[in-house]
């Protein structure tokens, strides 16, 4: 089974605690948080492009 699966099953089906999901598989917080607010699993949005200062331009 994909990370993400396990990931999303654990918290969802299994009513673990993101946090607990974290340390049980060795990922960051912000990993399972990512893994759990995917709308389509197996998908990763893009990140967001941000402009840069206007004193960096």
Same mark, same amino acid.
């Given at each position: 089974m994909d990370q993400v699966h396990v990931v999303r099953h654990k918290v969802l089906v299994e009513g673990l605690s993101r946090r607990e *999901?974290?340390?049980q598989l060795g990922l960051s917080r912000n990993t *399972? %948080?990512?893994y759990v607010e995917q709308d389509e699993p197996g998908r990763i949005r893009p990140a967001?492009? %941000?402009q840069r200062p *206007?004193?960096?331009r």
């Open positions: *999901v974290a340390q *399972v %948080r990512k967001i492009k %941000r *206007v004193l960096d």
